[in-house]
C-alpha cells in the first residue's frame, strides 16, 4: 500500500468524506493569535526552520543552552497536538537533539519532552490534508523505531508509550482554533507504512538483559501484531525465532509470556502460517516452549496460568505438523505422551508425582489437547518407539468401556463421555502403528465387547455435545461409530492375525447382526450417522471375506439379505447428500468382496432378484456407479444361472439389459469424443476405437513396464466391461435390439480386435519414433497386422452399411404396408358411403326403388341353376305382404 493510498484509507474510515485536492506545501510558521484565542487553545507564534538552523549549529560554546530553550519552547507551544504540516519539522528537530544525546546528556530531557508530544493527536486544517502529508507522517512514525537504538531507558519506555496510545486514541485537551482531530486509525496506517513494526522487532535484539525496556516493547509488540501488514513485516524480521527463543526468560511478573504468546498467536493468524512454523521449528524455541509448558503443567495452578498453558500446547502443536521440527531430539515429545497418559497408566517419572487433573474446563481441555497432539506425532515415524515406551494404546484403551455404575470418577458424565470418544478418534490413528501392543491389549476383545454395549438396551443418556458426539444425543450411535471407525481401520491393515482374531470371535456375525439393528432402531434425526455406521459396517465385513471362502460362507444368506435391503434404496435418496450413495458403494463392494466366489451365496443372491436390482441401479446412469456395476457383472456372468436372469429383465419402457449395455457404450463413446457418424458407424477404419484425448496426445516411446494410451483406455472407461459382459451373454439372439443397436453391437463385438490392432500400430509407431528397423520378416508381420487390422474395421463398417442399407428398406415396406391399409381403410369407407347413398335413395325415390328391386330380381335368377335337380324343393325370395324399402327385417 502506497503512503497516499494509506491515508486515504485511514481518512475514508474516519469520515468517509469526500477528498479534496491539496495545496501547495508552506513554511510552517505559527500565525500570531490575539490574547482571546490564546486562551481557546490557538498555537502560539514560531519559526521551526529558526530551532531546525539553530540545532544545526556547532561553533558557539554558549548554543547548548539556546537549543533546550527553543525546544522547551517547542514542546510547550504544542502541548495540544501536533499539526500535519509540522510534523516533518518536529521529527527533524527530535532527530537532532537524539544525535547530540551521545555527547550532550542534557538533550535527552528534550528529547523525551517531544516524544510526549507523540502521543497526543495529530491534527489537521483541511480535510486534505491527510493525504498530502501522509509521506511526512509515515517517515516520521518510523523515526520512532529507530530513536530505540539510542542506549536510554526512560527513551525507549517512551517512545513503546506513543506506540502503544496509537491504538488509544484520546480527543485533545484544548479545542484548537481551525483545526480538527485526524482519524483515530491515521497513525496506526502509518505505522504499517513506515514499516515501525520491523524495527521494533529489530530492537529486541539490544534488550536481552533489560526486562522492563523487553516488555514495554512486547506490549508494542502486541499492539502492532493486531494487523495483518504489521505481522507480514514482524514475520520477514523474524519475530517469531525471537520472541520464541526467550519465553523462558526470567520475569517475576509473567508479562513477559503472556504477551509473547499472544504476539505468537497473532502472527499464526495474521500471517503466512508456513513461514511462521519454519521460523519455530528449531531446537531453540522448541526447547524455550518444552520449559514453559513443563513449568506451568506441574506449577501453575491459577486460571490465568491454566489458560496460557493450554495457548503453549495449541502453538507447539501447530509447530508439531512440521515434519522438519525436532519434537525428538528437545524431549519434548516423550514429555507430552507422558503428560498425555500419566492419569491412566501410573508412572514414577517425578514430572508427574502428586499431579492429578481437575474437572476444570482448562483442564479438560489440556486432556483433549494431549490427545490431539498424539495423532500429530504419531505421524512422524521415529515416535513410534516413544509411544510404546509411554504405553499409549493401554492408557487409551483404559476409556474403551461401558460406564461403569457408582465408580467415583474426575471428569463429569458429559467430559468422560468426550473424552471416551477422543480416545477411540485417537487409538485409529495410533493402534494401526502399534499392532503388537494392540494384539497385547486384547484390542479386537474390548472393541467387540464395547460395540456388543453400543447395541445393549442398557439405560445411557449420551449427552452429544461435543464435535465426535454429533448425532449421538440420547443414545450410544457416536460410540458405535468411532467403535467401528477403529475396527475399519485395523482390518484395513490386512494383517492376518488381527483378521483372523477378530473371525474366530464372531465378528462377522456380530457386525451383521449390528447391521440388522440399526435398520430397525434408526431415526430421521440419527439418519446421517446411522448411514456411516452402516458403511463402515459393510467395509469391514469387505475387508475380512475378501479372498477367503469360508468366511464368505460365515457371511450367507443373512449378509445378502442386508446387502439386498440397501439395495432397494429409494434412488431419489442418492442425490439426498446424507450419505446414501457412500453407502451404496460400500454395498457395491461387499457384494465384490462377500458374494462373488461363493456359489451358494450367488444363487442365493439371484434367487432374491439381485441381478435385476443391479440392472436397476446400472439403468439409472449415474456414472459414479456404472464401472462398478459392469465389474460385479462380468464377474457374475461366470455363473451359468446367470444369463437367465440378465435376459429377462426389463426396464422402463420394456427396455433389456442388452440394449441398455449398448446405450451406455453409445454414450461412454460421445463422452470420450471417438469419431462416429450420425447412424453410430465407423469413420476412421485405422482408429476405430480413438478417443479424442488419444488424438490429442503424440505417441512416445515408453518403457516396457509402463502402459501406452491404449492400454490406460482400457482401465479408464467401461468399453472394456460392457464387452465383456455381451460376450458372456453371447452376442448372437440378444432381445430387444434395434438397428442402431446392432449397428453400435458389430463394434462391440469386435472390441478386442480393434484394440490389438490399436496396440500393435502404437508397437509400429513407437519403433519409427526411436529409429528402429525391424528385419523384413518382422516388419511383414507387423504390416500383415496393420492391415488385417484396418481390414477388420472395413468389414464392419461393410456390415455397418448393409445393416443400415436392410434397415432402411425395411422402413420403406413397413412405410408401404402402412400406406396400403390406409388405401384399403379409405375404399372401406367410400364403398360403407355409397351403400348408405343407395339406401337413402331407395327410401325417399321409388322409381329408384324399383329399380332396386328388378336389380335384385335379376341376381337372383343369374343366381339359380338353369334347371333344377330332381327332388328339388322350391322357395320363393319375396315375403309376401312385405311394406318395407329395406333387404332386411328387424
Not at 145 to 153: A, D, H, Q, R, V
Not at 684 to 709: G, H, R, V, W
Amino acid at each position: 500500500m502506497s503512503v497516499a493510498e494509506a491515508a486515504a484509507t485511514a481518512e475514508a474510515q474516519e469520515a468517509g468524506g469526500k477528498i479534496r485536492s491539496s495545496s501547495l506545501r508552506r513554511i510552517p510558521v505559527i500565525g500570531v493569535v490575539t490574547e482571546d484565542e490564546e486562551a481557546q487553545g490557538a498555537f502560539k507564534t514560531m519559526d521551526l526552520n529558526r530551532v531546525i538552523s539553530l540545532l544545526e549549529k556547532t561553533d558557539k560554546d554558549d548554543l547548548e543552552e539556546k537549543q533546550l530553550k527553543s525546544v522547551k519552547k517547542l514542546v510547550q507551544c504544542y502541548q495540544n497536538g501536533l499539526p500535519l504540516r509540522d510534523l516533518a519539522q518536529i521529527f527533524k528537530i527530535l532527530n537532532l537533539c537524539a544525535e547530540k544525546i551521545e555527547n550532550q546528556p542534557h538533550f535527552i530531557e528534550s528529547a523525551f519532552n517531544i516524544l510526549k508530544l507523540c502521543s497526543l493527536p495529530f491534527l489537521k486544517k483541511k480535510v486534505s490534508d491527510e493525504i498530502t502529508y501522509a509521506e511526512d507522517a509515515a517517515n516520521s512514525i518510523a523515526l520512532l523505531g529507530e530513536l530505540m537504538k539510542i542506549p536510554n531507558s526512560e527513551l525507549r519506555i517512551q517512545i513503546c508509550k506513543c506506540i502503544v496510545d496509537f491504538y488509544h486514541a484520546e480527543p485533545p485537551k484544548k479545542h484548537i482554533t481551525g483545526y480538527q482531530q485526524a482519524s483515530s486509525s491515521y497513525k496506526i496506517k502509518m505505522a504499517e507504512v513506515g514499516g515501525l513494526a520491523k524495527t521494533m522487532v529489530q530492537s529486541l535484539g539490544l534488550l536481552e538483559n533489560q526486562l522492563v525496556e523487553k516488555l514495554w516493547v512486547l506490549k508494542a509488540l502486541q499492539h502492532l501484531s493486531t494487523s495483518e501488514v504489521n505481522c507480514t513485516l514482524m514475520m520477514k524480521a523474524q519475530a517469531a525465532n525471537g520472541i520464541c527463543a526467550h519465553l523462558n526468560d526470567p520475569d517475576p511478573s509473567g508479562q513477559l509470556l503472556f504477551r509473547s504468546s499472544e504476539i505468537l498467536w497473532n502472527l499464526l493468524e495474521k500471517s503466512s502460517k508456513e513461514e511462521i512454523i519454519q521460523q519455530l521449528s528449531n531446537l531453540e524455541c522448541l526447547l524455550a516452549l518444552k520449559e514453559v509448558f513443563k513449568n506451568l503443567f506441574m506449577r501453575g495452578f491459577s486460571h490465568y496460568d491454566r489458560q496460557l498453558r493450554n495457548d503453549i500446547l495449541v502453538i507447539t502443536t501447530i509447530i508439531a505438523q512440521n515434519p522438519g521440527a525436532p519434537m525428538i531430539e528437545c524431549g519434548f515429545t516423550r514429555d507430552l505422551i507422558l503428560f498425555a497418559t500419566f492419569n491412566e497408566v501410573k508412572s514414577q517419572n517425578p514430572l508427574v508425582k502428586g499431579l492429578k487433573f481437575s474437572n476444570s474446563y482448562e483442564d479438560f481441555e489440556l486432556k483433549k489437547l494431549l490427545f490431539n497432539i498424539i495423532v500429530i506425532l504419531c505421524k512422524d515415524l521415529p515416535t513410534i518407539q516413544l509411544l510404546i515406551d509411554g504405553k499409549v494404546i493401554l492408557a487409551l484403551f483404559t476409556y474403551v468401556k461401558k460406564p461403569e455404575k457408582h465408580k467415583i470418577i474426575e471428569w463429569s458424565a458429559a467430559q468422560y463421555e468426550e473424552l471416551q470418544l477422543h480416545a477411540i478418534a485417537t487409538l485409529s490413528s495410533v493402534a494401526p502403528l502399534l499392532t503388537e501392543e494392540y494384539m497385547l491389549c486384547q484390542g479386537n476383545a474390548r472393541v467387540l465387547a464395547f460395540l456388543e454395549w453400543c447395541e445393549s438396551e442398557d439405560p445411557f443418556f449420551s449427552h452429544g455435545n461435543s464435535f465426535h458426539g454429533t448425532g449421538g444425543r440420547g443414545n450410544k450411535f457416536a460410540q458405535m461409530r468411532y467403535s467401528l471407525r477403529l475396527l475399519r481401520a485395523m482390518v484395513y491393515l490386512e494383517d492376518e492375525t488381527i483378521n483372523n482374531d477378530l473371525c474366530e470371535k464372531g465378528t462377522i456375525q456380530q457386525l451383521i447382526g449390528v447391521f440388522k439393528n440399526t435398520i430397525s432402531q434408526s431415526d430421521d434425526k440419527e439418519e446421517v450417522i446411522v448411514l456411516e455406521i452402516q458403511s463402515d459396517i459393510l467395509l469391514i465385513l469387505s475387508s475380512l471375506c475378501e479372498h477367503h471362502i469360508p468366511r464368505k460362507e460365515m457371511f450367507g444368506t443373512e449378509g445378502v439379505d442386508i446387502i439386498l435391503h440397501v439395495m432397494k434404496t429409494d434412488p431419489t435418496k442418492l442425490q439426498s447428500g446424507l450419505g446414501y450413495n457412500v453407502l451404496l458403494f460400500s454395498t457395491l463392494d461387499s457384494i465384490w468382496c462377500c458374494i462373488l466366489g461363493c456359489y451358494p451365496s450367488e444363487d442365493y443372491f439371484l434367487e432374491k432378484e439381485g441381478i435385476f436390482l443391479l440392472l436397476d441401479l446400472l439403468a439409472l446412469n449415474q456414472k459414479k456407479f456404472c464401472n462398478l456395476i459392469l465389474g460385479i457383472m462380468v464377474e457374475f456372468c461366470d455363473n451359468p444361472k446367470t444369463t437367465a436372469h440378465v435376459n429377462a429383465w426389463r426396464g422402463k419402457k420394456d427396455q433389456t439389459a442388452a440394449s441398455l449395455l449398448i446405450k451406455l457404450w453409445r454414450k461412454e463413446e460421445k463422452e470420450l469424443g471417438v469419431k462416429r457418424d450420425k447412424h453410430g458407424m465407423i469413420i476412421d477404419t485405422k482408429k476405430p476405437l480413438f478417443t479424442s484425448f488419444q488424438e490429442e496426445q503424440k505417441i512416445m516411446p515408453l518403457p516396457a513396464n509402463c502402459p501406452t494410451l491404449a492400454v490406460m483406455d482400457v482401465a479408464e472407461n467401461i468399453r472394456a466391461k460392457i464387452y465383456a459382459v455381451l460376450g458372456k451373454l453371447d452376442f448372437e439372439n440378444l432381445p430387444g435390439l434395434s438397428a442402431e443397436d446392432f449397428v453400435t453391437l458389430c463394434i462391440i463385438h469386435r472390441y478386442l480386435d480393434f484394440k490389438i490392432g490399436e496396440i500393435w500400430n502404437e508397437i509400429y509407431e513407437e519403433i519409427k519414433l526411436e529409429k528402429l528397423r525391424p528385419v523384413t520378416t518382422d516388419k511383414k508381420i507387423l504390416e500383415a497386422i496393420t492391415t488385417a487390422s484396418e481390414n477388420i474395421g472395413k468389414m464392419v463398417a461393410s456390415l455397418q452399411s448393409e445393416m443400415i442399407e436392410s434397415q432402411a428398406h425395411q422402413d420403406v415396406q413397413s412405410e408401404q404396408k402402412v400406406y396400403t391399409k390406409i388405401q384399403a381403410t379409405h375404399k372401406q369407407r367410400e364403398l360403407a358411403t355409397k351403400s348408405w347413398e343407395n339406401f337413402l335413395a331407395r327410401t325417399s325415390n321409388a322409381k329408384a326403388l324399383k329399380k332396386a328391386k328388378r336389380l335384385q330380381e335379376k341376381a337372383i335368377e343369374s343366381s339359380r341353376y338353369s334347371e333344377y335337380p330332381p327332388n328339388a324343393v322350391f322357395h320363393r325370395t319375396n315375403i309376401k305382404g312385405l311394406n318395407t324399402t329395406s333387404n332386411f327385417t328387424t
